[in-house]
């Protein structure tokens, strides 16, 4: 059989060695004032290197960095600077352009080695996304006049928050092939963490024998993510490092067995990956190869054929898959339990039913029917004989799993999970999620000029309208506690623990206790509606995207990307209030509780480009099926309030996107919304600040009855669709 082997190469490799001790070191460290009001002169010492601070990872630690600040505006010009080694050799560097300098993030800075040379160098950094539409600019630079034969790089990188969006990013090095990674997550703690692949989250790369006394380079984020370098360093070497190179492939047609060789560096991983078409490369033969630590050659071989009988296969050698597989979530409605891995499952062996078992009662097993891969390839569905119950507890346990390479699932193989309630008669839940403006900033006491009671407040509306908003206050002024309405929201990000507000329906359960949101207006609506008791779940965190952060399965499995932590994050959300009711609510033991419906109002971050604008629409659908998938309702009630920001001057993407919401609930374009989808135009809420507590156009001006009257549009919404 003829076969035609055609070796991808992945450019240059990244060392996974401990690196010869510098002879001579060029340092340069980035940095660019803060806002949150300090100033440059706050910020200035936080993330500059004076000439006698010490910084960087091991053996390259030194002093003598030269700081370089960061244009705010990206196409800016600026001239080549001269950088300085600690030995007094001189290099030419040129920042051709990037988005912007920044602090790692806002006042105050987010490492916990504030004073250290270590702790500046990592809380600075270029923002640097290449998010298509966004307007947005990678950091690319070019450095010349390097007086050494042969050099080391090392690039520390950071990010905007911790991390913004998912922490990943791409690298490119003098034109090679671009190179993916993965930030550590959180604020730099004194480790530095060597990234030697996409999936080795740390916080520098090196890149090594680099030659020729200059080199390129453009790094940016993924989608959002804004990273960039912190610093780099040029470090002499006498260690040539020699390209990766295919050097050999053998066929035996009698066995069908396959052996490459290819030029190689001691010390150094590779992987080995096969194709049939030229876009998707499984890592099925080898998925981390040393490489031969007494020549230049490296074999691996001989090998059985990945793919028998294929007229054409392609094999690429690059940087190597060294994360084994993990199972990271289970979760299951009606007669399906999904299963979701790290990476992609060997298809032959996960939908074998026979590798599952599924648990209930300690002991019970249930029969599985059928297993199959689902929308991509790191998921499993399984199909189960008979309904799994209401309000019960699971157990999955899988058996002989492994990943496209063979290695078998590390850390736990089973886990636990909890079916949601539909109890007619119990608790009447809604989800309301979203960003910033779901969380509420609108102000119920301070109104415009800091003045109590003013316009622009909650407070000033009872009084000028009493007979739209009276019955929010008693015969004292005082404000209404809805006993029948309970509220429980979670104010802390994800990874900051609990910070939890809880309790009767109250004009204080914004972003802090002097704020709203739009579960006031929506309570208040909604309430009066129900004899059983309703409880508002409150999901949203500030500055977050559909596009990214709350991401769903469907528009992975439809337009790539990653499921959004924040997607994930509001599903544990709910589980952890509705799995423990009864201790988080006392007053609703043992009444069972059933999910009514869902509020969104979300979209700001997604309006600032066209790619996320356009797009937004498409996300939002398939937002709703994950959701209602993942509660297990297909026809749950989606009640939509749209980011009607600035009102009816509303233009450009903002517009695109706000029109993009409204779309949804458009019976011609989605008929399997029809009946169930509602959403509501925001824009005549709009308040200008004049008559407003702040000028925070992005946050409605932090208008009281702005707020109100969004939460008040969700509820009617959802209403109509319950048909109250």
Same mark, same amino acid.
């Given at each position: 059989?003829?076969?035609?082997?055609?070796?991808?190469?992945?450019?240059?490799?990244?060392?996974?060695?401990?690196?010869?001790?510098?002879?001579?070191?060029?340092?340069?460290?980035?940095?660019?004032?803060?806002?949150?009001?300090?100033?440059?002169?706050?910020?200035?010492?936080?993330?500059?290197?004076?000439?006698?601070?010490?910084?960087?990872?091991?053996?390259?630690?030194?002093?003598?960095?030269?700081?370089?600040?960061?244009?705010?505006?990206?196409?800016?010009?600026?001239?080549?600077?001269?950088?300085?080694?600690?030995?007094?050799?001189?290099?030419?560097?040129?920042?051709?352009?990037?988005?912007?300098?920044?602090?790692?993030?806002?006042?105050?800075?987010?490492?916990?080695?504030?004073?250290?040379?270590?702790?500046?160098?990592?809380?600075?950094?270029?923002?640097?996304?290449?998010?298509?539409?966004?307007?947005?600019?990678?950091?690319?630079?070019?450095?010349?006049?390097?007086?050494?034969?042969?050099?080391?790089?090392?690039?520390?990188?950071?990010?905007?928050?911790?991390?913004?969006?998912?922490? #990943?990013?791409?690298?490119? %090095?003098?034109?090679?092939?671009?190179? !993916?990674? /993965? =930030?550590?997550?959180?604020?730099? @703690? $004194? +480790?530095?963490?060597?990234?030697?692949?996409?999936?080795?989250?740390?916080?520098?790369?090196?890149?090594?024998?680099?030659?020729?006394?200059?080199?390129?380079?453009?790094?940016?984020?993924?989608?959002?993510?804004?990273?960039?370098?912190?610093?780099?360093?040029?470090?002499?070497?006498?260690?040539?490092?020699?390209?990766?190179?295919?050097?050999?492939?053998?066929?035996?047609?009698?066995?069908?067995?396959?052996?490459?060789?290819?030029?190689?560096?001691?010390?150094?991983?590779?992987?080995?990956?096969?194709?049939?078409?030229?876009?998707?490369?499984?890592?099925?033969?080898?998925?981390?190869?040393?490489?031969?630590?007494?020549?230049?050659?490296?074999?691996?071989?001989?090998?059985?054929?990945?793919?028998?009988?294929?007229? #054409?296969?392609?094999?690429? %050698?690059?940087?190597?898959?060294?994360? !084994?597989? /993990? =199972?990271?979530?289970?979760?299951? @409605? $009606? +007669?399906?339990?999904?299963?979701?891995?790290?990476?992609?499952?060997?298809?032959?062996?996960?939908?074998?039913?026979?590798?599952?078992?599924?648990?209930?009662?300690?002991?019970?097993?249930?029969?599985?029917?059928?297993?199959?891969?689902?929308?991509?390839?790191?998921?499993?569905?399984?199909?189960?004989?008979?309904?799994?119950?209401?309000?019960?507890?699971?157990?999955?346990?899988?058996?002989?799993?492994?990943?496209?390479?063979?290695?078998?699932?590390?850390?736990?193989?089973?886990?636990?999970?909890?079916?949601?309630?539909?109890?007619?008669?119990?608790?009447?839940?809604?989800?309301?999620?979203?960003?910033?403006?779901?969380?509420?900033?609108?102000?119920?006491?301070?109104?415009?000029?800091?003045?109590?009671?003013?316009?622009?407040?909650?407070?000033?509306?009872?009084?000028?309208?009493?007979?739209?908003?009276?019955?929010?206050?008693?015969?004292? @002024?005082?404000?209404?506690?809805?006993?029948?309405?309970?509220?429980?929201?979670?104010?802390?990000?994800?990874?900051?623990?609990?910070?939890?507000?809880?309790?009767?329906?109250?004009?204080?359960?914004?972003?802090?206790?002097?704020?709203?949101?739009?579960?006031?207006?929506?309570?208040?609506?909604?309430?009066?509606?129900?004899?059983?008791?309703?409880?508002?779940?409150?999901?949203?965190?500030?500055?977050?995207?559909?596009?990214?952060?709350?991401?769903?399965?469907?528009?992975?499995?439809?337009?790539?990307?990653?499921?959004?932590?924040?997607?994930?994050?509001?599903?544990?959300?709910?589980?952890?209030?509705?799995?423990?009711?009864?201790?988080?609510?006392?007053?609703?033991?043992?009444?069972?509780?059933?999910?009514?419906?869902?509020?969104?109002?979300?979209?700001?971050?997604?309006?600032?480009?066209?790619?996320?604008?356009?797009?937004?629409?498409?996300?939002?659908?398939?937002?709703?099926?994950?959701?209602?998938?993942?509660?297990?309702?297909?026809?749950?009630?989606?009640?939509?309030?749209?980011?009607?920001?600035?009102?009816?001057?509303?233009?450009?993407?903002?517009?695109?996107?706000?029109?993009?919401?409204?779309?949804?609930?458009?019976?011609?374009?989605?008929?399997?919304?029809?009946?169930?989808?509602?959403?509501?135009?925001?824009?005549?809420?709009?308040?200008?600040?004049?008559?407003?507590?702040?000028?925070?156009?992005?946050?409605?001006?932090?208008?009281?009855?702005?707020?109100?009257?969004?939460?008040?549009?969700?509820?009617?919404?959802?209403?109509?669709?319950?048909?109250?």
């Amino acid at each position: 059989m003829n076969r035609s082997h055609t070796f991808l190469l992945a450019g240059i490799s990244l060392a996974t060695t401990t690196f010869l001790p510098a002879v001579e070191i060029i340092s340069v460290n980035f940095w660019r004032e803060g806002g949150g009001g300090l100033g440059k002169a706050g910020w200035e010492p936080l993330m500059t290197l004076s000439p006698t601070d010490s910084a960087g990872f091991g053996d390259w630690q030194t002093s003598g960095w030269q700081n370089y600040e960061l244009p705010w505006a990206p196409n800016s010009p600026r001239p080549a600077v001269t950088l300085t080694g600690t030995e007094g050799s001189t290099a030419t560097f040129t920042l051709n352009d990037c988005r912007n300098g920044g602090p790692y993030i806002w006042n105050p800075p987010r490492t916990t080695l504030l004073g250290n040379g270590n702790a500046n160098l990592m809380d600075g950094h270029a923002n640097s996304t290449n998010d298509p539409g966004d307007g947005s600019n990678i950091f690319d630079i070019i450095v010349t006049d390097i007086p050494f034969d042969t050099f080391d790089v090392v690039f520390y990188l950071g990010a905007n928050r911790d991390q913004f969006g998912d922490g #990943t990013g791409k690298i490119v %090095v003098n034109g090679a092939p671009e190179a !993916d990674f /993965t =930030l550590l997550s959180g604020a730099f @703690n $004194g +480790t530095f963490t060597e990234i030697t692949g996409a999936e080795t989250p740390g916080n520098y790369m090196v890149y090594k024998g680099l030659g020729g006394g200059s080199f390129t380079a453009q790094v940016w984020g993924n989608g959002f993510n804004h990273i960039g370098p912190t610093g780099i360093q040029i470090v002499e070497s006498d260690a040539v490092r020699q390209p990766l190179e295919v050097a050999d492939v053998s066929y035996d047609d009698t066995t069908d067995e396959i052996t490459l060789t290819w030029k190689s560096n001691p010390g150094e991983f590779y992987g080995l990956y096969w194709s049939e078409d030229l876009v998707t490369f499984q890592p099925g033969i080898a998925p981390a190869v040393e490489a031969n630590p007494d020549g230049a050659l490296t074999s691996f071989g001989p090998f059985d054929n990945p793919n028998p009988g294929a007229e #054409t296969l392609y094999f690429r %050698v690059g940087e190597p898959d060294l994360r !084994d597989p /993990t =199972l990271d979530r289970v979760w299951g @409605n $009606g +007669t399906t339990v999904n299963l979701t891995f790290s990476e992609a499952m060997d298809p032959d062996l996960a939908t074998r039913p026979f590798n599952y078992s599924l648990i209930v009662g300690g002991d019970a097993l249930l029969p599985i029917s059928s297993a199959v891969i689902g929308d991509t390839p790191n998921t499993v569905i399984l199909t189960i004989a008979f309904p799994l119950s209401l309000n019960s507890e699971y157990t999955l346990e899988t058996n002989g799993l492994t990943d496209l390479a063979g290695r078998p699932l590390t850390g736990a193989t089973s886990s636990v999970f909890r079916t949601w309630d539909n109890n007619p008669n119990g608790v009447k839940v809604f989800i309301l999620a979203g960003q910033s403006n779901m969380q509420g900033h609108g102000r119920s006491e301070t109104g415009n000029g800091g003045v109590n009671g003013a316009i622009g407040s909650l407070r000033y509306e009872t009084t000028d309208d009493p007979a739209n908003y009276g019955m929010l206050v008693d015969g004292a @002024n005082n404000w209404i506690a809805r006993d029948d309405v309970q509220v429980y929201y979670n104010r802390n990000d994800l990874t900051q623990g609990a910070n939890i507000k809880k309790g009767p329906l109250l004009p204080e359960f914004g972003v802090d206790d002097a704020r709203i949101g739009p579960e006031m207006g929506f309570g208040w609506t909604i309430g009066d509606s129900y004899d059983e008791p309703v409880l508002i779940i409150k999901t949203c965190w500030g500055g977050k995207s559909l596009y990214a952060d709350f991401r769903s399965p469907g528009a992975v499995a439809k337009r790539g990307g990653e499921v959004g932590n924040y997607y994930l994050g509001l599903i544990d959300y709910v589980h952890a209030v509705l799995d423990n009711l009864s201790t988080e609510f006392p007053q609703f033991a043992g009444q069972g509780y059933q999910i009514a419906g869902f509020a969104w109002h979300q979209g700001w971050n997604d309006g600032g480009n066209e790619f996320t604008a356009s797009s937004y629409q498409e996300n939002l659908a398939d937002f709703i099926r994950d959701i209602r998938a993942e509660l297990g309702n297909p026809t749950l009630p989606f009640a939509v309030a749209n980011t009607g920001i600035s009102g009816a001057s509303a233009s450009g993407n903002r517009l695109i996107m706000l029109e993009g919401q409204l779309a949804v609930a458009n019976p011609v374009l989605y008929p399997e919304f029809n009946g169930n989808v509602s959403a509501a135009d925001t824009r005549p809420f709009w308040r200008e600040a004049n008559v407003s507590p702040q000028n925070q156009g992005f946050h409605w001006n932090q208008n009281g009855e702005t707020q109100y009257l969004i939460g008040k549009s969700l509820g009617e919404g959802m209403k109509t669709l319950l048909g109250k």
